[in-house]
């Protein structure tokens, strides 16, 4: 596709939520300092993307006292909370099929609490006025292979099975309702997914923190972890240039794990990659339909996930997973065009009515995956210290029931929350290198085999599935 290689040509490399000169976006926001001082707090948040912000939002608005400090290591929502796909998902679970493997006798708990969280922020947006666009949309999930159809509706029953407002959508429907050559048929979600502006949100949540009293020091990464007295009473948190000292300490810091090494063996960083086009014409959105603006998903195992922005543009994304020897971060990964022109060939495939149009702005970032693909939960230091991480991509709502689990950890109370298998159980860990690295390309490579083989899993993934392990686009 000749055309697909062109619609690059002029994409600034930058994520487009973060593009502060594009009109939707800016102004950027000011900076907070960075911590040049020796201070105390009654609770210190490690990490300012979405879990560290809902977890200091929620502490300040159950105890307006509470003395509450956030350590940034570069920029509040700057990492995968201001550069996600921005779909705002009811599941806790990376989707019902997931969840119903690992846990199928707490999913109806599972999916109510997912969907009062998602109700939680929907109220916790509007009452502090956050701009993020938010839009309760829901979900199309498409069949684009002869062999999607018979999955979607088995996922249909199975919803419905868990309490979860589900319908199958035939073909026809599927199209006047999106409108691809590719569309076989769909399910529909109508209530658990949302649309939001990823960085406004994160930029709405610190602002809303801010003016409860949360400190924040950005440029301010956590170095090391020690006991602040031998009581063990608080732990003291260092950072290049200062260090607070607080008797409880929450610890949201994605795929990066800084000093908190037990994290290395559940928690690998994975590149996902999106891609934004300039905004439709009236003719082209119409050539499309989409009036409903749904989120949008097919139902491979290297799946791309879609979505209009407020301005109709489309971003697309998703399909490649990468995994770089050693867990590796660098910002030069940021970019992959071998990825890009992938996605560009597929995107024009979707949409050929689209031929023409072109790419704004491409973009990558970490993903914090666990082998289960939902976060876990943990403490250290005693109990002086609690972490969540590992969302595997579907964070931008389950942070904000992650955020609860840590705080309630944190306070030694017994709920609801505390008492689930999947906040009370680790995940398999990963293997050491080179197993996790051959492990994970072996799996890659299988899922890709499977999406071009009916679906059909081969040995090495029916074996990792008995395990409860995986890996998924």
């Known amino acids: 596709m000749s055309w697909a290689r062109t619609a690059l040509a002029d994409a600034a490399p930058t994520p487009y939520w973060l593009d502060t000169t594009q009109p939707g976006n800016g102004p950027a926001p000011a900076t907070h300092p960075r911590l040049t001082s020796h201070v105390e707090a009654d609770l210190a948040v490690v990490g300012g993307g979405y879990t560290g912000l809902w977890t200091a939002l929620l502490a300040k608005e159950a105890d307006p006292t509470l003395d509450v400090v ?120 109508p209530r658990d997914f949302a649309l939001v502006h990823p960085a406004k949100l994160a930029w709405g949540l610190r602002d809303a923190c801010a003016r409860l009293g949360v400190r924040f020091h950005e440029h301010s990464p956590v170095v090391g972890v020690e006991r602040a007295d031998r009581a063990g009473g608080a732990l003291r948190l260092h950072t290049p240039w200062g260090s607070v000292r607080a008797p409880k300490v929450a610890w949201g810091t994605g795929a990066f794990r800084g000093p908190l090494r037990r994290l290395r063996s559940f928690v690998v960083p994975v590149y996902d990659y999106a891609m934004v086009t300039e905004p439709l014409s009236a003719e082209q959105l119409a050539s ?23 301005d109709n543009r489309v971003l697309w994304g998703g399909y490649d997973a990468v995994y770089h020897y050693g867990d590796r971060i660098n910002d030069q990964l940021d970019q992959r065009p071998e990825t890009f022109l992938t996605l560009s060939e597929h995107f024009f495939r979707t949409f050929p009515q689209l031929t023409g149009l072109r790419f704004t702005h491409t973009w990558g970032g970490v993903v914090d995956t666990s082998s289960r693909f939902t976060a876990l939960h943990g403490r250290a230091y005693g109990g002086r210290l609690v972490y969540t991480v590992g969302y595997t991509g579907l964070g931008v709502a389950a942070t904000r029931f992650g955020a609860r689990v840590m705080l309630d950890l944190l306070h030694g109370r017994r709920t609801e929350l505390t008492e689930l298998t999947m906040v009370k159980r680790k995940p398999l860990p990963f293997p050491p290198e080179p197993l996790r690295y051959v492990g994970i390309e072996l799996t890659r490579r299988a899922i890709a085999r499977a999406d071009a083989n009916g679906g059909r899993r081969n040995l090495w993934l029916r074996t990792l599935d008995r395990l409860g392990m995986g890996f998924d686009s």
């Not at 499309?288 to 979505?307: I, K």
């Open 288 to 310: 499309v339909g989409w009036r409903d603006r749904q989120a949008l998903a097919d139902a491979g195992n290297q799946f791309h996930y879609y979505r209009l922005t407020a």
């Open 70 to 189: 956030v350590l940034e290591a570069r920029t509040v929502g700057g990492a995968a909370s201001g550069r996600n796909g921005g779909f705002c998902a009811a599941s806790l679970t990376h989707g019902l099929a997931n969840g119903l493997d690992r846990w199928p006798t707490e999913m109806r708990r599972l999916e109510r609490l997912g969907m009062a969280n998602l109700d939680a922020i929907e109220e916790t947006v509007t009452r502090h006025g956050i701009d993020c666009q938010f839009e309760r949309t829901g979900e199309l999930r498409v069949a684009t292979e002869p062999w999607h159809v018979p999955e979607l509706r088995a996922g249909v029953a199975a919803a419905r099975e868990v309490g979860i407002d589900r319908t199958f959508v035939d073909q026809a429907e599927t199209r006047r309702r999106v409108n691809s050559p590719t569309y076989l048929g769909a399910f529909w979600s």
